[in-house]
């Protein structure tokens, strides 16, 4: 990908959904459901996330349900749209590495090695993240996403992550679920001719995308993939016009969702709409009547449904 033009990164441009799980009233997997909703964001053309700790409730799931959701999300969508695995954040490189030989096995196109939580507030210094890496890169021969994540209280040192994609081929794309654009643009600079990068949140996508990485991660891409795709369709084809109104509406999705019960509502006005969306699983608790209400009235306030075809 060296000497990479504009139009080259545009091609390149995708966004992903780390998916919700839906659980019946009970809390169990409820699999008819999340075939369902697997199915709605497999024919919209966004990437999926499984099992995820956030959107996903990853930490919730024993290891069985893991593995089920990895196979009921290869069945739904492998050939049909990039599926990857998600996991949650490990405490030592051995949890890493079992979840990734549980996602090769399930047959997922690629897997998210997570940042290091080592418990108690504690952050890793960066001898011992690269010692964490490279055991689990040594041990995992599969397409490999890694994930630097405001979500463990630090951050990866930018030279620690480019010096690991030169090492490790299997490395393949980036996550960086971090607000400084000065550290984005340190992994851009270092590593955006031979890797893509992904940024959390659609409100960091256009920074993203001018610094030349290629796209965006996003939970509301669960009610509304085809706008989220709306964003890369716009931005592929040089749309600025239309890159800015889709993405306007995208960004009025996710403030009147994230800051409003975040998965827990979206999953309310997915069942509100008749779509696949259940419960969430406890220790989260359904959202009440009035957060729904208000984020019902978003949704409707932007017409989606003849785009998302509700």
Known sequence: MAGQTAADRRARAQAFTISITPFDAEGRLDEPAIRRHLARLGASG???YVGGGGSGEGY???REETQRLLEIAVDELKGKTAIRAMGVEPRTAAEMIAFLEMAKAAGVDAAQVYSLDVGHGHAPTPDELEVY???VLTAVDMPLVLSTHQSV???I????IVALYRRFPQLIALNCSHQDPTYLRALVDGLGETTDIFVGGPHNALTALAFGAQGFLTSEGNLAPRLCMSVIEAYRNDDLT???EAWSKLMRLFVGLYGNGGIRVTKAVLNQLG???GYPRKPRLPVTDARLTRAMAVVESLDLAALEGW
């Not at 040192?157 to 620690?160: G, S």
Request: no cysteine; proline share 5%; charged share 10%.
């Open 157 to 160: 040192p930018a030279d620690v």
């Open 60 to 62: 919730t799931l024993a």
């Open 275 to 277: 779509l696949a969306g």
């Open 242 to 244: 239309g890159l800015m």
């Open 153 to 155: 209280g630090y951050v």
């Open 133 to 135: 890496f490279t055991e």
């Open 46 to 48: 966004i990437g999926v």
